[in-house]
C-alpha cells in the first residue's frame, strides 16, 4: 500500500509545557476535531526550535483523534517508549517497555536516545474524511482504498552529548592530545605529562571538540596570562617559576541565534607546565592602561622581584590644550593581585582626554629569576580608562528589541519611518532589523539600498534617547560599529540629535575597511542635560554627503555608544 504524509510539523500543533503527569489520566471532551494532537513541548521555546532536544529527553506524545479504525505511534530503533507513573525526577531508563518501536497507544511518551534526526510517526486511518483547519489552511486525510489515512512525521534533532577534545601545542609541535572519548581525572595527576616552559613564553591551546555540537568554549588557565579565553585557539603565557597545572576546558552549546537545547561540559587538562628560567629580555609586555582609580599598569615578562625606592626611574609626561609637564611618580610597586604587573600612583589627577607617554631608564627592578627589567627609553603611550556607555547597553542602542512587521510603526525604542518603505512595501524597508550579522548581542541594523542612483534619503529614527536615566551636560565619545560589505562605496553617513538643540556629526567612512566590524568615533558635546523629553536621534545615509555614489550599498550598525570624556580644567 502506498503510504501518504502530511508532514504537518508545527501547522497542527496545540504545544503545552506538559509533562506525564499533566496529562496521564486525559479524557477526549465528546466534540473535537477529527484529528488533532497534543505534543509536551517547551512552551517557552519559539516555534521554529521546538523540535531541537537534548538527548536522553522525553517527549509526551497524545492522540485526540476520534473515530479512528487504526492508530500508530511509531518510532525507531535507538529510541524508546516508557511505561506509565513516571515523574520528571526519576531514572527514565527504569521505565523502558522494551524494544517496540510501535504502539496503539493514544498516549505515547518517547525516550530519545538516539542523536541526530529522529522521526515519530503518527498513522491514522478512518472510514471517512477528516480534516483539520489551521491558520496556513485545511489539512485533509488521503483516500487510500477504503480507508482516509492521516499520515503524519514530526521531525526532531537530538543533541548528543557534548565531549570535549582539545590539543596543547608549543612552538607548533603538539605536546597534548585529549580525544573526545577521553576522560582525564585529578586522581591520576602524578601521571601526567611535564611540558617545560620558559618564563614569559606561551602554550597554544586548540579546542578540537566536534561531538555534542558545542558552539563556544572557554579555556581557564590560572596560572597562565591571561587567566582565560574563548578562542577556538587561545594563547596563554607563564611567568612564574613553578610547576602549574595547565587549567580546564569548558564545552557550552548556547543560544546564538537559535533557541539550541542548553549544555555545558568541563574537562581538566592533564598536563604539567613546568616554568623555567627564561633567557629572553626581561621587558615591558603589552600597552600600559589607566586603572579607574588613575593608577598606571603594566606587565612584564616575568614574575617579578619585590622592590621599592624606584619612582624616580620613571618618566610620566601629560599631554593636554595648553597643558604639557612631566607628573611625578609617588608610589612605583609590583602589583598585589597579579606579580606579573607593575603599577605607577601619581601626584596630581590625570583626565581621559589627556595624552599620556611613560618611558623609563636606569632603573634596577628584576625579576625572581634575576633578568633586569629593560630600559624603555622610547615613550610608551597610555590607553587611557572611559567609563560605562550611559545609553542602556545591549537594549536599543545595539537593536536587541524586536519590531514590528509594520515599517511605519514606533518600535521598541526606534523607529522606520514611513518613507523607510521599500517600493511601497509594508514589510520590507531601506533600513530593517537584522539577526543574521552582529557585533553585541543578537542582532544589528542593515541598511540596503538597491537604488543606482540617487541613495534614498531616508532616516533610521530613534525616541527617548534618554531612557532610561538622563544624560547629563558635557562631551561625550560617540561610537558605532559598523560593518561595510565588501563592494560598498558610501563616503559618509549622518547622525543627528534633536534635544537640547539640534545637533549634526558627520561620519567620514569612505577608508574605512570593508567586509569586518569596525569602530568608528565622533565627539558629541551636549550643552544641557539631555532628559526624558528629548525626542529623536536619526542615523541617516545622508544623498549629499555621498555624491557620485551609485550602486547597491550595504552596511550594518551596532552597539552605539557614548562614554563622557573628562576635559582637562
Aim: hydrophobic share 35%.
Amino acid at each position: 500500500m502506498k503510504k501518504y504524509i502530511i508532514k504537518t510539523l508545527l501547522l497542527s500543533l496545540l504545544v503545552l509545557a506538559g509533562c506525564n503527569e499533566k496529562y496521564a489520566e486525559y479524557n477526549a471532551p465528546g466534540e473535537i476535531s477529527d484529528t488533532s494532537w497534543i505534543i509536551g513541548f517547551d512552551q517557552n521555546k519559539p516555534k521554529e526550535d521546538a523540535f531541537l532536544i537534548n538527548i536522553d529527553t522525553h517527549i509526551s506524545f497524545l492522540d485526540l483523534s476520534q473515530g479512528t479504525i487504526d492508530h500508530e505511534w511509531i518510532i525507531e530503533d535507538g529510541n524508546f517508549f516508557l511505561k506509565e507513573g513516571f515523574k520528571n525526577n526519576d531514572s527514565l531508563p527504569l521505565f523502558i517497555k522494551g524494544n517496540e518501536t510501535s504502539t496503539t497507544d493514544a498516549k505515547a511518551h518517547v525516550l530519545f536516545r538516539k542523536k541526530g534526526l529522529n522521526p515519530v510517526r503518527l498513522y491514522n486511518t478512518f472510514s471517512s474524511p477528516v480534516s483539520r483547519e489551521t491558520s496556513l489552511g485545511t489539512f485533509t486525510s488521503k483516500q487510500v482504498g477504503d480507508l482516509h489515512v492521516v499520515d503524519t512525521t514530526f521531525t526532531f534533532d537530538v543533541f548528543g552529548h557534548i565531549k570535549p577534545a582539545f590539543r596543547i601545542l608549543q612552538d607548533g609541535v603538539v605536546v597534548l592530545e585529549v580525544s573526545e572519548d577521553d576522560m582525564p581525572s585529578l586522581d591520576n595527576e602524578a601521571e601526567w605529562p611535564v611540558v617545560e616552559v620558559k618564563a614569559a613564553t606561551a602554550l597554544t591551546y586548540e579546542d578540537l571538540s566536534v561531538e555534542g555540537r558545542p558552539n563556544s568554549r572557554r579555556w581557564d588557565v590560572a596560572d597562565g596570562s591571561p587567566v582565560s579565553a574563548n578562542g577556538v585557539i587561545a594563547n596563554f603565557k607563564f611567568f612564574r617559576l613553578g610547576t602549574y597545572n595547565a587549567g580546564t576546558i569548558k564545552s557550552n552549546r548556547s543560544n546564538i541565534g537559535r533557541t539550541y537545547p542548553a549544555a555545558s561540559v568541563e574537562k581538566i587538562i592533564p598536563l604539567k607546565v613546568k616554568v623555567i628560567q627564561s633567557d629572553l629580555p626581561f621587558e615591558i609586555n603589552g600597552q600600559i592602561k589607566e586603572l579607574e582609580d588613575e593608577v598606571l599598569r603594566f606587565q612584564v615578562t616575568g614574575e617579578i622581584e619585590d622592590f621599592s625606592g624606584q619612582e624616580s626611574f620613571f618618566t610620566v609626561n601629560v599631554k593636554n590644550d595648553n597643558f604639557d609637564q612631566n607628573i611625578a611618580v609617588t608610589q612605583a610597586k609590583k602589583s598585589d593581585s597579579d606579580g606579573t604587573y607593575i603599577e605607577l600612583k601619581l601626584s596630581e589627577p590625570i583626565y581621559n582626554s589627556d595624552v599620556i607617554t611613560v618611558n623609563y631608564a636606569g632603573g634596577s627592578i628584576q625579576s625572581t629569576d634575576e633578568r633586569l627589567l629593560a630600559d624603555f627609553t622610547a615613550p610608551k603611550k597610555v590607553v587611557a580608562h572611559f567609563g560605562n556607555n550611559v545609553l542602556p547597553g545591549n537594549g536599543w542602542a545595539s537593536f536587541e528589541g524586536e519590531h514590528s512587521s509594520v515599517i511605519n510603526a514606533y518600535t521598541q525604542d526606534y523607529w522606520l519611518g514611513a518613507n523607510n518603505k521599500v517600493n511601497g512595501s509594508n514589510t520590507v524597508g531601506y533600513y530593517m532589523r537584522n539577526t543574521d550579522k552582529s557585533f553585541l548581542g543578537d542582532a544589528s541594523m542593515k541598511f540596503e539600498s538597491t537604488d543606482a542612483n540617487p541613495l534614498p534619503n531616508v532616516n533610521l529614527w530613534g525616541f527617548a534617547f534618554s531612557k532610561p536615566d538622563p544624560i547629563k551636560a558635557g562631551t561625550y565619545k560617540m561610537t558605532y560599529r559598523i560593518w561595510l560589505e565588501t563592494g560598498n562605496t558610501l563616503k559618509a553617513i549622518r547622525t543627528e540629535i534633536n534635544k537640547p538643540v539640534f545637533m549634526q556629526q558627520v561620519w567620514d567612512i569612505e577608508n574605512t575597511p570593508r567586509g569586518s566590524w569596525q569602530l568608528i568615533t565622533n565627539t558629541l558635546t551636549l550643552p544641557q542635560d539631555v532628559t526624558a523629553t528629548n525626542t529623536r536621534w536619526a542615523f541617516r545615509v545622508h544623498p549629499q554627503l555621498n555624491a557620485g555614489v551609485t550602486g547597491a550599498q550595504v552596511l550594518y550598525i551596532d552597539d552605539f555608544s557614548l562614554v563622557e570624556i573628562e576635559l582637562r580644567p
